[in-house]
Every structure is written in C-alpha cells, then in structure tokens.
C-alpha cells in the first residue's frame, strides 16, 4: 500500500540522524513506511541486526527486547527487564549495525530506561499516533506520515482494481469521499472485490446515513493481509488514551463536538466558549475550566486525532472525516441532540455582530453547513436553532444573494419537514427567500411574494407580533424598490406607529423604519428634509447600536449623499472618505459595504469635479469586484457602467 507519499516520507526516515520517530493519525500508513524503510536497509546490507518490536505497552516492549536477548547473545533471563539491559548494553557496545524498530507506541513513558543507546552504528525507528514533546526530544527526526495525495489515492484504488477494471468507476470521487486515508482505501478494496461492488455503487452505500462504518467496511475476517483492526477499531484505543490524559474525561466530550463540525477545520476559540464549557461540565459532573478544554484538545492533537495547526487561526482545528463518522457513530440519539445544540450555541457565541473578518465568516458558514448535515433534525427542536438563520444573513452580507436564495430555499425545506408550514421559522424562511430574490435583482418577485406571506403571518402569529411588523417592513421595501414609492412611504408611515407602540422607539426594526422613510423622503424630491431626518436618525444609532455598527455606517453614507444631492458635492465627497476610513477599519477591505462605500465615494469625486480621479476609482473598484463577488454581482454590473460613464466624461464625450 505504498505511493508516493510513502516513499517520500522512507526517503525522510533515512535522513536526519539515527533516531526517528513516524507520527501520523491511525490509518496513515506509518507501520509499512517503517516496513519499507526497514527492508531497503536489510536488503543494502547495512544492517548485521533488524529488530521489530511491537511497543503497544512497556510489557511488550521488554517482551521484545527480551526475546532479542535469547535470540542474539543466547541469554535466557528470568527477569525480562535484566535481559532488556543486557541487549542494551550490548547494543551500545558492539561495532554491528543494528535497527530496533519500535512500532505502535502508545505512551512515550513506555520507553523510559529502554531507549536504545545512540552509537556510530545504530538506528532507532518509532511508529506512533502521539505527538508528545518527549517524542521531540528523544528523537533526532520528527517525520509526520500523512493521508495520500489525491493523485496517490487514485493511483492506489487503480493498481488495487487492476484484476477487477470494471469496479473502477467513481474512484476519484470514492478516495476524496474517504478523506484519502491509505487504510480506508486498503479495507475498500477488499470490501469492493468481495461484493463486487463498483466505487461508485460503494459511495451511495457510504453517504447512506442508516448505515455504519461496520456495515461499509470488511468485517474482522474479512480484513487485508498485514490489517488487524477494522477501521472503526483503529481509532478507538486513541480515543481512550487522549480520554484518560490530564485532564481527564475532557478529550472525548470535545472529539464528539468538533465530530459534527467542518472536516477542513473550525477555529480553536469554538472550544473555550461558555456554551462548551458549560456542556463538559455537565457531563463529567464536575467543574471544568477553559484550560481545561484547551488541555484536551492538545490531548487529542498528541494523538493525532485532531491537527492544530496556528499558522491557519480559522480552521486551526482539522479532524479526518471517517474519525468524525466513527466518533459520531458511538453516540447515542439523546446524546448527539445535546453535542448538536451545543456546538451551534458555540458557534453563535463566537460568531461576531460586525463580519469584519471575512474569512472567519466563510468558516463559520462551512461549519453551520456540516453541523446542519450531520445533526439534522436535532438542529430543529424544538425550534430552528438561530445558528441557521445566522448563517444565511452572513451570506447574504458577504454580497452572494443568489446562493443565499438557495440557503434559504433548503432551509424552508427542513423547516416545513420538522415544524410545519405555519410554525414562525418556517415562514421566517420564507420571508428569506423572497427578500434575497429582491436583493439578488429579481424586484417584482420580490414585491409579489410578500402579499400572500404577511396573510399567512398575521394568520399564524397576530397582527403584533415582531415577525408580523418585520414581513410589512420588508413589504413596503419592496414596493419601493419596484417602483411604488407613494405606496412604500405611506405602508412605511402606519408601520412606524405600530412599531412604535408595540416594539419601542429603540428597537432595530423601529429604527429601520425610519431610516427608509428619511431615505425615501429624499427620493421624492425633499434631500434637505432628507438630510435633516437622518441626522437626528443617526445621534440614535450611535446611542443605540455605536458608531462601528452597519446600521450607523450606512446613515452616515445617506447623510452624506443626501448633502451632495443638496448641493454639496465637495462636502458629501470629504464625509465618504471619512466614512470610508471607518469602513476600512471596522469592517475591512473585502466586506460589500466597504466596497460600496467606495463606489459611492468615487460618485461624488466626480460630481465634486474631478472625473479623472472618478474613473480611476471605478476602475480599481471593478477589478476588486471582480476580484472578491465576480462578475455577474449587481454591484460589479453597475460599477462596469459607472465607469464607462465617468470615463467618458473624464475624456469630454457627453454621456449617454
């Protein structure tokens, strides 16, 4: 089962000093990396004496030693530790080139007072799931054995199938759904010939969520030569050793939450939020701190289980999709509810009000995807968790309105299958839907689905009730925006009232409301009164929510273009690059309002009367644009011909 990576990582066992140690996650391959490297030195000549010893425990590790003993300097001790010194000593002494490879070590504390002496002619070989500093210090050469490429996957899976090519089909998509772990295919392989099953027909048996890994997998008796663990098994004793590690019971409580979270990786700051820490506690019955955690999750690293890795802050945390499944498979209904609901509050609480981090966003949607994909329905009892619902505004913020119809599209799905269609969350789902096709360009779509949803509303809810007030405010949006304004002001003028009463002059709906009626004062012809609304609008944002919150950002940005409409041009151009400023520091370079705050800036440099400087904005912009939304955003469209505009004025051709 060697590719590749397997000869590159024997390549590195054969250099970097005399004691290495081979580190990797179960599965990886170290036993036959070790194997092959073993065998190319025995069949060079350069060793006198191999010895491979299995180091599952100190007992069979002094078992092994003591066995050599009889074997090399014909001693029979009693005692297994004097006959280990005995072949130590002689180890150290004698001018013979000799190879003890130790192979499946469990706990470096094993090879205390065992560690074969270093000589001019002497190699020692580890294999192991740890990744303890001890290792570090007693070896020379740290090699760490990894999954194979894709390439070497596929590679394997077609030499494995070369008797069998007509089982071939689908192997590249079946190794990458096996996360390409070098076992996984090996017990595959096996299963795909016994059953005469193509890797295509095998990945509809693996996606099957009814059934196990033991199900789709050979059984014991069924396993490849030199396999003496199925694959299930073979993480488990890792499981119980990062369990039983300082602190103890906390490993295997964090293996079940990061389970259900994304494969490619989910920041470490998941694992020290209130709501882990609280769930742990509970657990284990006594009072956990978030050292604690921290703790367990190097527990859980040392044994390969999880990779931690600082360089990548956002997915610093990875765990191997098939040590996800059989973790997640050891869970009962009761308990994987409770793991479900915890990791969504964690990553609510995590999640920040202002996306400033935009990739940090995309990782914490990636991981309200796999959560939703592995919890399923617990994830909406006895309501839909607000992760969700979460999830889909960061999507829609991040400037993709078409995806985030989808979103909501699936999620309305789930949420007439759990709850019913009259339950708040699943015509909050739709209310989703139709707002993003607004937001997407499809206006009258927009305008027209949500007569029939505020029916069904004010139906299911009352006529006061916040989503009820919540579906008008988007009705009258959208009425505006196909082209109603008159309808949209006066809707807008009896749901400010209703707010008022029912939510208070402070809420974020309530404000909301006004700051569409000042825009669209200005839009009917009045900027100045415009301008005057959304000053005194914009001294309760910053009351209310701070100066670095969207919604005070973007009054700014209608203050300002409401005072160039007025007739300050130069005056709204200065407030945008202040504005901008902020933006750049609050929300950063790639965030939507950045970017239009920046179109809206190179707007009033032209109006100001520097068209040159304008088109040279717009030109920077399309290309960030094009950059980070793509093509076929709105806001990349307009921007396109906002700058053939400006260029054409720039070079003194009267526009179209």
Same mark, same amino acid.
């Given at each position: 089962?060697?590719? @590749?990576?397997?000869?590159?990582?024997s390549?590195?066992?054969?250099?970097?000093?005399?004691?290495?140690v081979?580190?990797?996650?179960?599965?990886?391959?170290k036993? &036959?990396? *070790?194997?092959?490297?073993?065998?190319? &030195?025995?069949?060079?000549?350069? #060793?006198?004496?191999?010895v491979?010893?299995t180091?599952?425990?100190?007992?069979?590790?002094?078992?092994?030693?003591?066995e050599?003993?009889?074997?090399?300097?014909g001693?029979? %001790?009693?005692?297994?530790?004097?006959a280990a010194?005995?072949? #130590?000593?002689?180890? *150290?002494?004698?001018?013979?080139?000799? #190879?003890?490879?130790?192979?499946? +070590?469990?706990?470096?504390?094993?090879v205390?007072?065992?560690?074969?002496?270093?000589?001019g002619?002497? &190699?020692?070989?580890?294999?192991?799931?740890?990744r303890?500093?001890?290792?570090?210090?007693?070896?020379?050469?740290?090699?760490?054995?990894?999954?194979?490429?894709?390439?070497? @996957?596929?590679?394997?899976?077609h030499?494995?199938?070369?008797?069998?090519?007509?089982?071939?089909q689908?192997?590249?998509?079946? *190794?990458a759904? #096996?996360?390409?772990l070098?076992?996984?295919l090996?017990?595959?392989?096996?299963?795909?010939?016994?059953?005469?099953l193509?890797?295509?027909?095998?990945? *509809?048996?693996?996606?099957?969520?009814?059934r196990?890994?033991?199900?789709?997998?050979?059984?014991?008796?069924?396993?490849?030569?030199?396999?003496?663990?199925t694959?299930?098994?073979?993480?488990?004793l890792?499981?119980?050793?990062a369990?039983?590690?300082a602190p103890?019971?906390?490993a295997?409580?964090?293996?079940?939450?990061?389970?259900?979270?994304?494969?490619?990786?989910?920041?470490?700051?998941?694992?020290?939020r209130?709501?882990?820490?609280?769930?742990?506690?509970s657990?284990l019955?006594?009072?956990?701190?978030?050292?604690?955690?921290r =703790?367990?999750?190097?527990?859980?690293h040392?044994?390969s289980?999880?990779?931690?890795?600082?360089?990548?802050?956002?997915?610093?945390?990875?765990?191997?999709? +098939?040590?996800?499944?059989?973790?997640? %498979?050891?869970?009962?209904d009761?308990?994987?509810a $409770?793991?479900?609901?915890t990791a969504?509050?964690?990553?609510?609480?995590l999640?920040p009000t202002?996306?400033?981090n935009?990739?940090?966003a995309?990782?914490?949607?990636?991981?309200?995807?796999?959560?939703?994909?592995?919890?399923?329905?617990? +994830?909406?009892?006895?309501?839909?968790?607000?992760?969700?619902?979460? @999830?889909?505004?960061s999507?829609?913020d991040s400037?993709?309105?078409?995806?985030?119809?989808?979103?909501?599209?699936?999620?309305?799905?789930?949420?007439?299958?759990?709850?019913?269609?009259?339950?708040?969350?699943t015509l909050?789902?739709?209310r989703?839907i139709?707002?993003w096709?607004g937001?997407?360009?499809?206006?009258?779509?927009?305008?027209a689905?949500?007569?029939?949803?505020?029916?069904?509303?004010?139906?299911c +809810?009352?006529?006061?009730?916040?989503?009820?007030?919540?579906?008008?405010?988007?009705?009258?949006?959208?009425?505006r925006?196909?082209?109603?304004?008159a309808?949209?002001?006066?809707?807008?003028?009896?749901?400010?009232v209703?707010?008022?009463?029912?939510?208070?002059?402070?809420h974020?709906d309530?404000?909301?409301?006004?700051?569409?009626l000042?825009?669209?004062?200005?839009?009917?012809?009045?900027?100045?009164?415009?301008?005057?609304?959304?000053?005194?609008?914009?001294?309760?944002f910053?009351?209310?929510?701070?100066?670095?919150?969207?919604a005070?950002?973007?009054?700014?940005?209608?203050?300002a273009?409401w005072?160039g409409?007025?007739?300050?041009?130069?005056?709204?151009? =200065?407030s945008?690059e202040?504005?901008?400023?902020?933006h750049l520091?609050a929300?950063?370079?790639n965030?939507?309002?950045?970017?239009?705050t920046?179109?809206?800036?190179?707007?009033?440099? $032209?109006?100001?009367?520097?068209p040159?400087?304008?088109?040279?904005a717009?030109?920077e912009?399309?290309?960030?644009?094009?950059q980070?939304?793509?093509?076929?955003?709105?806001?990349?469209?307009?921007? &396109?011909?906002?700058?053939?505009?400006?260029?054409?004025?720039?070079?003194g051709?009267?526009?179209?």
């Amino acid at each position: 089962m060697l590719a @590749s990576a397997d000869r590159a990582a024997s390549d590195r066992a054969a250099s970097g000093g005399a004691a290495k140690v081979l580190s990797g996650l179960g599965g990886v391959g170290k036993t &036959q990396v *070790a194997v092959r490297y073993a065998e190319q &030195q025995w069949a060079k000549r350069a #060793l006198d004496l191999l010895v491979w010893v299995t180091a599952t425990s100190k007992d069979a590790i002094l078992t092994g030693y003591a066995e050599t003993a009889c074997q090399v300097l014909g001693v029979d %001790e009693a005692s297994p530790q004097r006959a280990a010194e005995r072949l #130590l000593a002689w180890l *150290a002494a004698t001018d013979k080139s000799w #190879l003890i490879a130790l192979d499946d +070590l469990q706990d470096p504390g094993d090879v205390s007072g065992l560690w074969p002496p270093t000589t001019g002619s002497g &190699q020692v070989l580890i294999t192991t799931r740890r990744r303890d500093a001890a290792l570090t210090r007693l070896a020379r050469a740290v090699v760490d054995v990894d999954v194979f490429t894709p390439e070497e @996957s596929l590679a394997y899976l077609h030499d494995a199938l070369t008797d069998h090519p007509h089982l071939k089909q689908g192997a590249a998509a079946l *190794a990458a759904d #096996l996360g390409h772990l070098p076992l996984a295919l090996a017990h595959v392989v096996a299963y795909l010939i016994d059953r005469d099953l193509t890797c295509q027909d095998y990945r *509809a048996r693996l996606a099957d969520r009814r059934r196990t890994l033991t199900d789709v997998f050979p059984a014991h008796g069924e396993l490849p030569d030199d396999y003496r663990r199925t694959v299930a098994a073979t993480w488990s004793l890792s499981i119980e050793l990062a369990n039983g590690l300082a602190p103890r019971g906390v490993a295997r409580p964090l293996l079940a939450i990061a389970s259900l979270l994304d494969p490619n990786g989910f920041p470490i700051d998941v694992f020290t939020r209130h709501p882990i820490l609280d769930h742990v506690t509970s657990e284990l019955g006594r009072p956990i701190e978030t050292d604690d955690l921290r =703790d367990a999750l190097r527990c859980l690293h040392r044994l390969s289980l999880v990779t931690v890795d600082r360089a990548q802050p956002e997915r610093a945390v990875r765990v191997h999709a +098939l040590v996800q499944r059989a973790t997640r %498979e050891t869970l009962t209904d009761a308990a994987l509810a $409770g793991v479900a609901r915890t990791a969504a509050d964690a990553l609510v609480d995590l999640w920040p009000t202002t996306e400033s981090n935009i990739r940090l966003a995309q990782v914490l949607r990636s991981n309200t995807d796999a959560l939703h994909a592995n919890a399923g329905r617990h +994830l909406w009892a006895p309501r839909g968790h607000s992760v969700l619902f979460r @999830s889909g505004q960061s999507l829609g913020d991040s400037g993709l309105a078409a995806d985030t119809v989808v979103y909501h599209q699936d999620l309305f799905i789930a949420a007439d299958r759990y709850l019913g269609s009259d339950h708040q969350d699943t015509l909050a789902a739709r209310r989703e839907i139709a707002r993003w096709r607004g937001e997407a360009g499809d206006l009258v779509g927009a305008a027209a689905a949500f007569p029939s949803l505020l029916a069904d509303v004010v139906r299911c +809810l009352g006529v006061d009730h916040p989503d009820t007030l919540n579906t008008r405010g988007h009705l009258g949006y959208w009425r505006r925006k196909a082209g109603d304004l008159a309808g949209a002001m006066s809707a807008y003028e009896e749901l400010l009232v209703d707010n008022l009463r029912v939510l208070g002059p402070d809420h974020a709906d309530t404000l909301s409301v006004r700051a569409n009626l000042a825009q669209w004062q200005g839009e009917a012809g009045d900027p100045a009164g415009a301008a005057a609304a959304i000053t005194v609008l914009l001294a309760d944002f910053l009351r209310v929510v701070g100066p670095d919150d969207i919604a005070t950002l973007w009054s700014r940005g209608n203050l300002a273009h409401w005072q160039g409409v007025a007739g300050d041009p130069v005056g709204a151009r =200065d407030s945008f690059e202040l504005l901008l400023a902020d933006h750049l520091r609050a929300l950063g370079p790639n965030h939507p309002h950045t970017l239009r705050t920046r179109r809206r800036l190179a707007h009033w440099c $032209g109006k100001a009367g520097d068209p040159v400087s304008a088109a040279a904005a717009y030109e920077e912009l399309l290309a960030d644009y094009l950059q980070i939304l793509g093509p076929h955003y709105p806001d990349t469209i307009s921007t &396109q011909s906002d700058l053939a505009y400006w260029r054409d004025v720039a070079d003194g051709v009267k526009p179209h």
